[in-house]
């Protein structure tokens, strides 16, 4: 965390430039700011998946997020869509009436996940892999296969059994760089 005051738009560009040839689909969970490294991974992105509870508090900044994307970072429209997630297990708009405020239809529907949403928390495990047949963990699926076309999850997959192999001490989610991370890499590119 000390280090992301580090992180420049020119960073996140490099390291999403290398992560798109290197493999089928990157997702970035970016914060609730419009600082420069969020703008840039925004700029690059081909799909942007806004989440959305269904809440007045919501609305109102998923509707300010729709004008920063089109006023001021001028991002195509057709690459912006929504994710409706029932957070609770009650709501207080409905998708319907999320829909007509934003005039544009939600991508999908994520289901309240209830208490095993908290167990698989405090255990640190995904929720997906800790209730495979869970409705939440039926939604991600679907929701991966409109975001990523068939033909790139098998080499997402392959890719990821090719790391799993080259890197056997190393945890199956994440990579790892000899050098110590990704921002030590793209420190090393920006000195070379």
């Known amino acids: 965390p000390e280090e992301g005051e580090v992180v420049t738009v020119t960073h ?3 390291a999403l430039g290398t992560m798109k040839r290197q493999f089928s689909a990157t997702f ?3 914060g609730s700011s419009f600082d420069e490294p969020t703008i840039g991974a925004l700029e690059i ?3 942007i998946i806004v989440v959305c ?3 007045l508090n919501t609305l109102h900044d998923v509707r300010e997020c729709q004008r920063v994307f089109g006023e001021i970072i001028r991002l195509d429209v057709k690459k912006v869509c929504f994710a409706f997630n029932h957070n609770q297990p009650f709501a207080v708009l ?3 009436e999320f829909e007509s405020a934003l005039e544009q239809p939600m991508l999908i529907d994520l289901p309240h996940a209830g208490e095993a949403a908290y167990k698989a928390a405090s255990r640190g495990e995904p929720l997906v892999l800790a209730s495979p047949g869970s409705g939440y963990a039926r ?3 679907k929701l ?4 990523v076309p068939a033909e790139a999850g098998a080499k997402a997959a392959h890719n990821h059994a090719v790391r799993a192999v080259s890197h056997p001490g190393a945890p199956k989610t ?3 760089h000899p050098s110590g991370g990704l921002l030590n890499a793209l420190r090393g590119r920006r000195a070379s």
């Not at 991966?144 to 975001?147: E, G």
């Open 45 to 47: 992105a081909d799909r």
């Open 53 to 55: 509870t269904p809440e």
């Open 28 to 30: 970035i969970d970016c």
């Open 139 to 141: 939604a991600i699926g």
């Open 12 to 14: 996140v560009r490099a």
């Open 144 to 147: 991966l296969r409109l975001l």
């Open 94 to 96: 409905s998708r319907e």
């Open 174 to 176: 994440a990579p790892t």
